[in-house]
């Protein structure tokens, strides 16, 4: 399409596209927080980043939309847990993409998911604007990512196949997507971690959904594979994502304290909800003691314990401080036998820890605050671990995080 046609056309284009949208309003739409996970060990990071078909219109979940099956489907393919991040909204374009992710730690993904374009048809955006702003994207997306992250850039689907765009202008619009799709295909092309993927669903059959479960369904089965084997490749391959510089390290203990502060739990009073999590805890692992540790500052508080009377304990020597070097299970067999704890005071005297099992918790922005944790004075073998089990508690420590404070 012509960039003197593009002009003529779109002030009418938007005018037709406000009119559309207000069709919308009724529409179900996700309320739940923007993640998803599956079940696993050693999971892959994915982050999902749009507009389009990463909104989830027409389910009232995540884990019914795109994330959700995205994170199920990936699971089946490659055997391990998923946990999907989700930043997304109906507005998200090219440009106010990039202020989206400014304050997104890139670096801790496996793969980023791009669902761009839409909006930018629908305004008939021009070739070279949309090859400028999506590569600008890209280039911050290939520097701030590791080493061993991949990209993959969701094509725009056909307008058409939106049930609020009907009619002649949509051809308009599908026009537009097809020259954005070319450039998108090509920028991928150029890019050594891009991959580009062709998306051509079918036209909306539920109006008054917009879209079903089983829309996304199809989707996720579309990206998982294409994804799967560049996830598995990366396990064998560059890991320096697992690494933080010496150089960076003060600058990631900021960033992770100053997650800590927002969240603003740390001397809070106990909650029911988290107590029950450390008392599900110890019952699940049969362990005498269980916690919910928070790493502030120089000291390791405790939200929720059982079996351990300290409120906090210093940061030096915490076995949680270790657990959260990492972004999976720490498991201690027998303390005693581990150079790194058996001069420890928690080893040496009270509580007399050998065997200790725990697994970082993060904040909703992605830094390691502290750790789901079960530890008993006999020592234990890490095979007898349900590491699966371990992983999904600290998950639900995490969604009580997310959710804030609760008041009475």
Not at 62 to 71: E, N, R, S, T
Not at 116 to 125: K, P, S, W, Y
Request: charged fraction near 25%; charge should be negative.
């Amino acid at each position: 399409m012509h960039d003197l046609t593009r002009w003529a056309l779109r002030p009418l284009m938007r005018v037709w596209t406000a009119s559309a949208e207000r069709q919308d309003r009724h529409l179900p739409r996700p309320s739940d927080a923007p993640q998803a996970h599956a079940a696993g060990i050693d999971s892959d990071r994915v982050l999902i980043l749009g507009g389009g078909p990463a909104v989830g219109w027409g389910v009232l979940s995540h884990q019914l939309a795109l994330p959700g099956w995205l994170a199920r489907e990936l699971s089946t393919r490659t055997g391990r847990g998923v946990d999907i991040d989700l930043l997304s909204s109906r507005t998200m374009t090219a440009v106010n993409a990039l202020t989206t992710l400014a304050d997104t730690r890139l670096g801790r993904f496996d793969a980023v998911v791009v669902t761009l374009g839409v909006n930018e048809a629908l305004d008939l955006t021009s070739v070279t604007e949309w090859r400028d702003r999506l590569a600008a994207l890209l280039a911050m997306l290939e520097r701030e990512t590791s080493r061993s992250t991949t990209i993959f850039v969701l094509g725009i689907p056909p307008i058409r196949s939106i049930e609020i765009f009907k009619g002649p202008l949509a051809l308009i619009a599908d026009w537009s997507a097809t020259d954005l799709n070319a450039v998108s295909e090509r920028l991928a092309a150029d890019a050594p971690r891009t991959t580009f993927v062709p998306f051509s669903p079918t036209a909306t059959l539920s109006p008054d959904r917009h879209r079903t479960p089983d829309d996304y369904r199809r989707w996720a089965v579309l990206l998982a594979e294409a994804m799967s084997d560049n996830l598995d490749s990366a396990r064998v391959g560059i890991t320096d994502h697992l690494s933080t510089p010496q150089s960076d390290a003060a600058g990631q203990e900021r960033a992770r304290q100053t997650a800590v502060d927002a969240l603003a739990i740390v001397d809070t009073p106990p909650e029911a909800r988290f107590d029950r999590l450390v008392v599900l805890a110890q019952r699940l692992f049969d362990t005498e003691s269980a916690l919910i540790s928070i790493i502030d500052h120089d000291r390791q508080w405790h939200k929720a314990r059982v079996g351990l009377d300290a409120p906090e304990l210093p940061r030096s020597g915490s076995f949680c401080a270790i657990t959260i070097d990492g972004d999976g299970p720490l498991i201690i067999e027998d303390a005693r036998s581990d150079a790194r704890f058996s001069d420890n005071p928690l080893v040496q005297g009270d509580p007399l820890i050998r065997f200790y099992a725990g697994f970082p918790i993060e904040s909703p922005s992605g830094e390691r605050i502290g750790a789901l944790c079960v530890f008993d004075s006999q020592p234990r073998s890490a095979a007898d671990v349900d590491q699966v089990l371990l992983r999904e508690l600290a998950l639900l420590v995490q969604r009580e995080l997310r959710v804030g404070p609760r008041k009475g």
